[in-house]
């Protein structure tokens, strides 16, 4: 019933809402540059943060998760461009997910005051991003990959493949041949 209540107060405020979706004691959230699909549950204490405008620079952000997705309490998401989470894609705790980078190109200015810059964040369906990842601007992680605990994920990963470390890298890779997941070099071919 809560959950209903929730949605039924909700609904107008995103640029879509699917169906029995629900987000739980967000700390932060930006409805109107969120598209959520159906069956999406957000455990409590989320900032999902469409950024428009940063010393004097607006942002068209863009948040899109998809069908299914289920994500743990203390999610950091910030956008100022485009995130996209694919359907069925399971976030565990305390992950990080931006496109947005802080430079500090101007030694003049505080880090906080230069202009931000964005790339586009996009992670495939099926995907399962455990506790502590933090995602990076520009990376791309393909469908039905595993991104171990604690990792730093920054550039573009293939589908079907195993992703850790800080900076994360490829060190499993699922072999259609023998039905297997096989240890990989960093580019992901078989060893």
Known sequence: MKRRIW??????KFKKLGSKTFIKNALIITPSCISIGDHVFVQPNS?????????????????????????QQNLHLTCGSSVYIGKNTAIAANVTITDINHPYENIHLPIEKQPLTTAAVHIGDDCKLY???VVLPGTFIGKHCVVGANSVVSGKFPDFVVIVGAPA??????CFETKQWKKTDTDGEFI
Request: glycine residues 4%; aromatic residues 22%.
């Open 169 to 174: 890298r490829i060190i499993k890779r699922y």
């Open 7 to 12: 949605y039924l107060f909700n609904f107008w």
């Open 131 to 133: 506790n502590n990842v």
């Open 47 to 71: 900032r999902i943060e469409g950024v428009s405008s940063y010393e004097g620079v607006v942002f068209l952000p863009e948040i899109y998760i998809d069908d299914y997705c289920t994500i």
